[in-house]
C-alpha cells in the first residue's frame, strides 16, 4: 500500500513546477524586469532544442522501419486522435471553460508524445523497449513540425493562429537548433551522452523559466481573478476523460489490429501521453502574451495526471507477467518441459 502511494505521489520537477507557479504568483517579475526575462526565456528555448536534438538518434526511427504498423497506430493516436478531442473540448461555452483555457486543452491534444517516460512505462510492464523508443522518437520529430501546423490549423477558431512573425520565431528558435542539433551530433552526442544528468538539469531549468516568465506575466494580467475554480474542476475532469479515451483507444486499436503483448504495451504508452518538455517552450513561442500562463496550466496538470495513471498500469502489466508465464508453462505437455 506504501509503495501504491509512492506511487502517486508528485514527482520532484512536478513540485518545482508548483514551486514555480507560487514563485510567480508572489513575485512575478516587474515591468523592468520582463525584457530581460523575455530575452533569457528565448536562449533557454533555442538551447533545450539545441540540446534535444543533439540527443535524439535518427537512428532509432531507422531502425525501427519493421515496425511501421505499430509507428503508424501511435502518430494516428497523437495527431489525429488527440487533436479530433481538442476540437471537440474547444466547442465547449465558455461559461464552463474561459477562452485561454479552452485553447490550452486544444493545445495540450496537439503535442507530440513524450520519450523518457514512454520507455520507462513500457520497460516496467515488460513491453517492447526498442520499438517504443523509436515510435517516441519519431513523435517528437514529426511534432516538431506537425505541432505548430497544427496549431495554426485549429487555433485560428479561439483567435489564435500564429502570425507570420510568430512562425518566424517558431523557425529560428525551435526548427533551427534542433537541425543543428542532429547536424553536430557526430560530434556531440557523446558528450551529450556523458553528461545527460547536467543537460537534464539544464532542459528542466529552462521549462522553469518559461513557466515563471509566463505565469509572472499572466498574474500581471490577472490570471487568478479570471480562473474561478469551476474553471479548474472541469480542466481537470476533462483532462481525466481524455487520458481514459487515449489508453482505451490505443489498447482497442491494438487489440483489434493483432498486436502482441509486449507491441500493445508500446502502443498504448507511446500514444497516450503528452511531452511537457516540448509542450512548454513551443507554447512560449507560439502564444507570446498574457494568456500563456492560463494555456500552459492543462499542460502541467494533464503531466502529472499521465505519470500517476501510467505508473499504476505499467505495476499492473508487470505483474500481470509472470502470471501469465506460469500459465504457459502449465498448459505446455509434460514431455515438452
Known amino acids: 500500500m506504501r509503495q501504491f502511494l509512492l506511487r502517486l505521489a508528485p514527482d520532484r520537477f512536478t513540485l518545482l513546477l508548483v514551486a514555480t507557479v507560487i514563485l510567480a504568483s508572489v513575485a512575478p517579475p516587474s515591468e523592468a524586469f520582463q525584457n530581460p526575462v523575455t530575452i533569457a526565456t528565448n536562449v533557454a528555448i533555442a ?3 539545441f540540446l534535444y536534438g543533439a540527443r535524439l538518434a535518427t537512428a532509432n526511427v531507422v531502425a525501427g522501419i519493421a515496425h511501421w504498423r505499430l509507428h503508424l497506430v501511435v502518430l494516428a493516436s497523437t495527431f489525429a486522435l488527440f487533436p479530433l478531442i481538442g476540437v471537440a473540448l474547444g466547442r465547449l461555452p465558455p461559461q464552463v471553460m474561459p477562452a485561454p483555457l479552452a485553447l490550452g486543452m486544444l493545445y495540450l491534444c496537439l503535442l507530440p508524445s513524450t ?4 520507455l520507462a512505462f513500457t520497460s516496467i510492464a515488460g513491453g517492447n523497449v526498442p520499438a517504443a523508443m523509436c515510435s517516441a522518437t519519431l513523435s517528437s520529430l514529426v511534432g516538431t513540425v506537425a505541432t505548430p501546423v497544427l496549431v495554426a490549423l485549429f487555433a485560428s477558431a479561439h483567435g489564435a493562429a500564429p502570425a507570420g512573425s510568430a512562425i518566424r520565431e517558431i523557425v529560428l528558435l525551435l526548427v533551427v537548433p534542433f537541425l543543428a542539433g542532429q547536424l553536430l551530433r557526430p560530434w556531440i552526442g557523446d558528450f551529450v551522452a556523458r553528461h545527460r544528468a547536467l543537460l537534464g538539469a ?23 481573478s479570471a480562473l474561478p475554480p469551476s474553471s479548474l474542476a472541469a480542466v481537470l ?4 476523460l481524455v487520458l481514459a479515451i487515449a489508453l482505451l483507444g490505443t489498447q482497442f486499436a491494438a487489440d483489434r489490429l493483432g498486436f502482441n ?8 504508452f507511446c500514444g497516450s501521453k503528452k511531452s511537457l518538455a516540448a509542450g512548454v517552450p513551443m507554447a512560449g513561442v ?20 499521465q505519470l500517476m495513471v501510467c505508473a499504476v498500469l505499467a505495476k499492473r502489466w508487470s505483474q500481470e507477467r509472470p502470471a501469465e508465464a506460469e500459465q504457459l508453462t502449465a498448459a505446455q505437455p509434460s514431455d515438452a518441459r
Open 47 to 49: 538551447l533545450m532544442f
Open 115 to 118: 520519450i523518457q517516460s514512454s
Open 202 to 224: 539544464t532542459d528542466r531549468g529552462s521549462i522553469l523559466l518559461v513557466v515563471y516568465g509566463a505565469f509572472g506575466h499572466a498574474v500581471r494580467a490577472g490570471l487568478w
Open 237 to 240: 475532469a476533462l483532462e481525466a
Open 261 to 268: 503483448r509486449a507491441d500493445k504495451i508500446a502502443i498504448v
Open 286 to 305: 507560439l502564444f507570446p502574451g498574457p494568456d500563456l500562463g492560463m494555456i500552459l496550466l492543462p499542460i502541467m496538470l494533464f503531466h502529472q495526471m
